[in-house]
């Protein structure tokens, strides 16, 4: 387009020297000649491409990752610290932890902690957004296996797209909230989320009867609770197909507006807060979480019900999530993937596998951790890998051993296709303390109609 408009200035007399000089005031300042009769075209072309290098430019990684602390590196997947490294390169992020139950993840690992600015990654939060614990802690009482499974196959659904029958549905909250009709996509989603509601997805969900151990300490006195054991009921569950479908909406959209990043971090392409899909997505990623938590009360309240058993202590903790927090004297928004936010005194709740303890801890708060710690013992195995190196057999004779019943179930989630849990939580004694252990007994999760 310039050699045209220089053929067209040298037809009119213009020599060489006085071409060039007109060329480079188009190029140097493209805006102020868009209406020029000659030179308009030029001059709108030339400002879309400055357009498009600044946005590339605001999108280049950074050369190096910036530093970041590890917890149980000997327990983690190289490939996790591959894609962590990539997360830390991004022009918004300022500080990073990767937790000991780190794998691979979709952008960021699972495991890993990501504070940005001025921006929020939909799949640094992740797809089953709000994706959270709750602990019950009841009186203990004999309940014997088989009473336990006929309560969980009676009073939990499980599966994808699973909902409860209309007349079984109960009420909550949550689904009366005006954040429904603020949004298209949450009004459409929202006769999915009324059928869902108090259900279980497939994969790592589960819910458990188990008994539970408080140790002596602070913590039981503050609760006016006796070190000893209790009988309880631990949970796994998300926001169910509402958090998918909103998650897969905004990763679509943000990866949109971001046609020029890395080909390696498009699954981290954010959206900026202030902006109307920033703050759309930070809404429904709130409900999302909301609706989570109100799925757990639900499936507790059911159990409880049936037991006839009132709660002693009831703990929840939401670990794929972003929260607006304080960092070195400004705003960051932390996002935890896979992460238990351990807050100084916060309570969570940090799962094994189907036969393995879980623990409730109390956080220390450290600050290089970004107050957080892992979210349970992370994956030894991929799925594909589990199905193919692990037997049902020995699954079964592992359950038989520890004294667990099964409902369901798969080889993906066998477990030895996790991590130790207590290597795990040796990991980070200086990210939380343990003041109970969980011990589950008759454990339901989807997948698998055969009992183990």
């Not at 030029?42 to 946005?55: G, S």
Request: aromatic residues 6%; glycine residues 12%; charged residues 20%.
């Amino acid at each position: 387009m310039a050699l045209a408009v220089a053929e067209q200035l040298e037809k009119v007399g213009l020599g060489n020297a006085e071409i060039l000089a007109q060329l480079s005031e188009v190029h140097n300042s493209p805006l102020e000649f868009v209406q020029h009769t000659q030179f308009g075209e030029l001059a709108q072309a030339v400002a879309l491409e400055a357009e498009k290098h600044k946005l590339k430019e605001g999108e280049a990684l950074l050369s190096q990752p910036l530093p970041y602390p590890i917890w149980g590196s000997d327990l983690i997947d190289p490939n996790a610290l591959v894609q962590m490294n990539v997360a830390m390169r991004l022009p918004i992020s300022r500080a990073g932890a990767l937790m000991p139950d780190a794998h691979v993840g979709y952008g960021l690992p699972i495991g890993g902690v990501l504070a940005t600015e001025g921006a929020v990654i939909p799949y640094g939060v992740g797809v089953d957004i709000g994706c959270s614990m709750k602990l019950t802690l009841l009186p203990m009482q004999k309940l014997h296996a088989d009473e336990a499974k006929k309560l969980l196959e009676k009073h939990t659904r499980f599966g994808a797209g699973v909902g409860w029958e209309k007349r079984d549905r109960l009420e909550h909250q949550v689904l009366d909230e005006a954040t429904w009709q603020n949004q298209g996509i949450l009004n459409a989603l929202h006769d999915k989320a009324v059928n869902q509601l108090g259900t279980s997805g497939s994969g790592n969900h589960f819910v458990e009867f188990g008994v539970f151990d408080l140790f002596a300490g602070d913590f039981g006195v503050e609760f006016g609770l006796e070190a000893g054991q209790y009988l309880a009921i631990l949970s796994h569950s998300g926001s169910r197909g509402m958090g998918a479908q909103v998650a897969g909406h905004f990763s679509k959209l943000a990866e949109s507006l971001h046609p020029h990043l890395d080909a390696s971090a498009k699954k981290l392409s954010w959206l900026e807060l202030g902006s109307e899909a920033g703050d759309a997505y930070w809404e429904a990623m709130s409900l999302a979480g909301r609706y989570a938590l109100a799925n757990h009360e639900q499936i507790h309240q059911r159990l409880c019900g049936a037991l006839g058993a009132q709660p002693l202590l009831t703990v929840a903790n939401s670990h794929n999530l972003a929260w607006k927090q304080q960092y070195e004297g400004r705003e960051v928004v932390i996002h935890r993937k896979g992460a238990t936010p351990a807050a100084q005194g916060q309570l969570g709740i940090i799962p094994g596998s189907m036969a393995d303890s879980g623990y409730l801890v109390r956080g220390k708060g450290q600050k290089s951790s970004l107050e957080s710690a892992s979210h349970g013992a992370g994956r030894r195995l991929g799925r594909k890998a589990a199905e193919q190196v692990l037997t049902r057999s020995d699954m079964k004779k592992m359950l038989l051993e520890r004294g667990v019943t099964l409902i369901g179930g798969g080889l993906d989630e066998a477990p030895l296709a996790y991590k130790a849990i207590d290597e795990v939580m040796q990991a980070q004694t200086d990210l939380v303390e343990r003041l109970g252990r969980f011990s589950p007994r008759v454990v339901r999760m989807d997948t698998g109609s055969d009992d183990v």
